[in-house]
């Protein structure tokens, strides 16, 4: 019989009195791989579930788009004295604030919770959701047509066009005023460049927006009584007259141009 040497005798002899150490090691090692399994099926498991947006936490982990109150380009006074501070804190701080709220808040869930503003427009169906999509975009337009003291239309395309085909800035203002003082009730008057590369104005109402058509928008009067209330009472007329005062016409000859 072979002699073990004395070195392998102290391996040996190290071995077994560390036995159970290794042994509770082993043991210790396997419990962490069971909890690391175990954790990576509930994580599988939870990614599974937020998918399906089963979970109630979905809604602490927002996964659609947000949709954003825009910056105006002047201050909440800048429109004065056509229209005050007081109207903008409300319709723009209040009015258009809440539309971004209620649509961030009904999209969750929905075909149109990654979507684009203008694509829900385009596809969502009558209702809260095409209603505050499209108020949105209505209203940032609406600021975007403004600005303060307004600009001279003198020698732009667009007073061109306006001039063929009304024959007088005067002779279109009016003829846009008409139609946005009977506009029924709630609603919105556009002044559209037409397929054809013609203009013409059009009325929508409620969230009524011509995206929805084959014109586009180049300049928009918000004729719900939020816009001019506070500074007119219920005088549309009046608040039509001074919103010429306002229209950034750069805007609408760039909108009219594609940029
Ligand atoms: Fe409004």
Known sequence: MRRIGRRTRRKIFFIEKNKEVYEGNIRIIAKFAKYFAFCEVSHRITRYIFNKKYNPLISYFPLSMIHTLPILSYALDGLEPYISKETLEHHY?????????????????????NKTLEEIIETAPAGPIFNNAAQVWNHTFYWESLTPQGNIIEGMNIGELI????????????????????????????LVKKPDGSLDIVSTSNAGTPLTTDNTPLLTCDVWEHAYYIDYRNRRAEYLEKFWNLVDWEKVEERYNGI
């Not at 800035?169 to 556009?190: H, I, P, Q, R």
């Open 93 to 113: 701080g209040k009015h258009h604030k809440a539309y971004v709220d209620n649509l961030n808040n009904l999209i969750p869930g929905t075909e149109f919770e």
């Open 163 to 190: 001039l063929e085909q009304w024959d007088s800035l005067e002779t279109f203002k009016k003829a846009f005023n008409d139609v946005a003082m009977k506009t029924f009730g709630s609603g919105w008057a556009w």
